[in-house]
């Protein structure tokens, strides 16, 4: 299965939930479930039991939806709550894909590409 | 999804979405407006006159290390004449505020100005760090805000400024609206969106980034590439401002001009005479020399308490009242030194203001 490799950053305090490490290399499936009920158990080994069948799933490109999931799941150390909020990041955390506010992209519906950039900034945190 | 471009300069890629306007801008045309919107908030305000000296009140976070680098640039571009200095507090919160420390001793040299540590160790004989140590996280942030308050002003004097700028923005003034409106403080909601204060005889305080939004902040400091320190207090925080803060912030993800729209609504507000009417009348603290709207000030109430071990006495009344009852303060108190104000300096009376219109 085709995987993507993405450089995720974190800072302004974000890093405490991720290990206290501000850039961390991920990878991710190139092709992801349309439905998000499935990410849990996404890319599952053929054999395990109840996992769908690849070929009757409809899928789509990997986007910034399932990125924060498979964040959130798999990378996150930490106090989720203070990540995540009702499916998007937490109102006051910034995004940026390679450089650019992903509020021009789309936000979770912004597609991701090999070696892209991502960046998460709070805002919530001193003054 | 192919690029977008800049809707001001219409040729390079968009990197930021506006807030306040909901503009697709590029990096260039974002430094440009930023600036911009803050060198018209400070002329629209007639905030300096050329000569002034200005501390620039810096803790090492995000707001106050763009503050000090906007400060900079616009004072070379516009020649504002101003004479721009550091002033820092440390709280003596070990982890927290002398990490931050290290943050503006890297900007002094990177901006070239020179910075002044007070500290409330040499102030008031007590850090932070001890204070908790004696009363618990409970109430210390109102022993930090009332003596970081009154360590500016004195760092201030010390330094012979006319004047502090603080990076408070658009978003804490917001919360402020917020939080005064909740609290029924209408008297303080009457005042708490001025950009610039100046009680009776205290150096003269203002906000260049009152309009400036959090977000435009924090991707300007991104973009620019600043160097700032972004933890949070280890001390409890204040939990009634955090409820705020997450209100406003839901607001502003459903709707990016509610802050610009709160503060227009608390500048607004007309506040009756009657409630301006029952402030009382400001003097100067027999003990400290600073100004007060009582006897004693908050700070000398605050530190009397901590000297005699009923810390309480400056958080609430009752606890102040059976303070008084144990009897007058001890001959050997630690006080805080006496505040003099400095002199006046030299002043023309040409405001700086925005020649180009």
Same mark, same amino acid.
């Given at each position: 299965?085709?995987?993507?490799?993405?450089?995720?950053?974190?800072?302004?305090?974000?890093?405490?939930?991720?290990?206290?490490?501000?850039?961390?290399?991920?990878?991710?499936?190139?092709?992801?479930?349309?439905?998000?009920?499935?990410?849990?158990?996404?890319?599952?080994?053929?054999?395990?039991?109840?996992?769908?069948?690849?070929?009757?799933?409809?899928?789509?490109?990997?986007?910034?939806?399932?990125?924060?999931?498979?964040?959130?799941?798999?990378?996150?150390?930490?106090?989720?709550?203070?990540?995540?909020?009702?499916?998007?990041?937490?109102?006051?955390?910034?995004?940026?894909?390679?450089?650019?506010?992903?509020?021009?992209?789309?936000?979770?519906?912004?597609?991701?590409?090999?070696?892209?950039?991502?960046?998460?900034?709070?805002?919530?945190?001193?003054? | 999804?192919?690029?977008?471009?800049?809707?001001?300069?219409?040729?390079?890629?968009?990197?930021?979405?506006?807030?306040?306007?909901?503009?697709?801008?590029?990096?260039?045309?974002?430094? &440009?407006?930023?600036?911009?919107?803050?060198?018209?908030?400070?002329?629209?305000?007639?905030?300096?006159?050329?000569?002034?000296?200005?501390?620039?009140?810096? +803790?090492?976070?995000?707001?106050?290390?763009?503050?000090?680098?906007?400060?900079?640039?616009?004072?070379?571009?516009?020649?504002?004449?101003?004479?721009?200095?550091?002033?820092?507090?440390?709280?003596?919160?070990?982890?927290?505020?002398?990490?931050?420390?290290?943050?503006?001793?890297?900007?002094?040299?990177?901006?070239?100005? +020179?910075?002044?540590?007070?500290?409330?160790?040499?102030?008031?004989?007590?850090?932070?760090?001890?204070?908790?140590?004696?009363?618990?996280?409970?109430?210390?942030?109102?022993?930090?805000?009332?003596?970081?308050?009154?360590?500016?002003?004195?760092?201030?004097?010390?330094?012979?400024?006319?004047?502090?700028?603080?990076?408070?923005?658009?978003?804490?003034?917001?919360?402020?609206?917020?939080?005064?409106?909740?609290?029924?403080?209408?008297?303080?909601?009457?005042?708490?969106?001025?950009?610039?204060?100046?009680?009776?005889?205290?150096?003269?305080?203002?906000?260049?980034?009152?309009?400036? &939004?959090?977000?435009?902040?924090?991707?300007?400091? &991104?973009?620019?590439?600043?160097?700032?320190?972004?933890?949070?207090?280890? &001390?409890?925080?204040?939990?009634?401002?955090?409820?705020?803060?997450?209100?406003?912030?839901?607001?502003?993800?459903?709707?990016?001009?509610?802050?610009?729209?709160?503060?227009?609504?608390?500048?607004?507000?007309?506040?009756?005479?009657?409630?301006?009417?029952?402030?009382?009348?400001?003097?100067?603290?027999?003990?400290?020399?600073?100004? +007060?709207?009582?006897?004693?000030?908050?700070?000398?109430?605050?530190?009397?308490?901590?000297?005699?071990?009923?810390?309480?006495?400056?958080?609430?009344?009752?606890?102040?009242?059976?303070?008084?009852?144990?009897?007058?303060?001890?001959?050997?108190?630690?006080?805080?030194?006496?505040?003099?104000?400095?002199?006046?300096?030299?002043?023309?009376?040409?405001?700086?203001?925005?020649?180009?219109?």
């Amino acid at each position: 299965m085709a995987t993507i490799t993405l450089s995720v950053n974190f800072s302004g305090g974000l890093e405490t939930l991720f290990a206290n490490r501000t850039a961390h290399t991920v990878s991710i499936p190139a092709r992801v479930p349309v439905d998000a009920a499935l990410w849990d158990t996404w890319p599952a080994a053929p054999e395990s039991a109840g996992a769908p069948d690849a070929d009757a799933v409809t899928m789509k490109p990997a986007d910034m939806a399932y990125l924060l999931h498979h964040l959130r799941t798999r990378v996150l150390t930490a106090r989720p709550e203070l990540f995540l909020e009702h499916g998007t990041v937490r109102p006051g955390i910034l995004a940026l894909i390679n450089d650019a506010d992903w509020e021009l992209e789309g936000e979770g519906a912004a597609l991701l590409h090999d070696e892209d950039e991502v960046v998460f900034i709070s805002t919530l945190h001193g003054g | 999804m192919p690029p977008k471009t800049c809707a001001l300069c219409s040729s390079a890629r968009a990197i930021l979405k506006r807030p306040k306007t909901g503009q697709q801008i590029c990096k260039d045309c974002f430094f &440009y407006v930023f600036e911009t919107e803050v060198h018209n908030t400070i002329t629209e305000a007639q905030l300096f006159k050329p000569g002034d000296r200005v501390a620039i009140g810096a +803790s090492g976070g995000k707001d106050s290390t763009v503050l000090a680098h906007v400060m900079k640039t616009l004072n070379d571009r516009y020649n504002y004449g101003l004479e721009l200095l550091l002033l820092s507090i440390d709280e003596g919160i070990t982890g927290y505020r002398d990490d931050s420390l290290e943050t503006v001793k890297r900007n002094q040299e990177q901006y070239d100005m +020179s910075l002044k540590i007070l500290s409330y160790d040499e102030l008031y004989g007590w850090t932070m760090d001890a204070i908790v140590a004696q009363i618990g996280k409970k109430n210390n942030c109102t022993f930090c805000g009332v003596f970081r308050r009154q360590a500016l002003d004195r760092g201030a004097a010390i330094l012979n400024v006319d004047h502090i700028v603080t990076g408070h923005n658009a978003d804490d003034i917001a919360e402020t609206v917020l939080m005064n409106i909740m609290r029924g403080d209408i008297a303080r909601l009457g005042r708490c969106t001025s950009i610039c204060t100046q009680g009776e005889d205290t150096i003269k305080r203002s906000k260049p980034f009152k309009y400036a &939004y959090e977000k435009e902040i924090v991707m300007y400091a &991104y973009f620019k590439k600043l160097d700032y320190f972004s933890t949070e207090c280890i &001390y409890s925080p204040d939990a009634y401002r955090g409820h705020a803060r997450a209100f406003l912030k839901d607001l502003e993800a459903a709707r990016p001009s509610a802050i610009i729209d709160i503060i227009h609504s608390g500048e607004a507000f007309e506040i009756k005479e009657v409630v301006k009417a029952t402030q009382k009348i400001q003097q100067t603290c027999k003990r400290c020399g600073y100004m +007060s709207s009582n006897e004693l000030c908050k700070a000398c109430t605050l530190l009397e308490g901590l000297e005699r071990g009923m810390a309480n006495a400056g958080v609430t009344d009752r606890a102040r009242k059976k303070m008084d009852a144990e009897g007058p303060a001890p001959e050997n108190l630690r006080i805080i030194p006496f505040f003099q104000q400095p002199a006046a300096p030299h002043r023309t009376d040409i405001s700086i203001a925005d020649t180009s219109t």
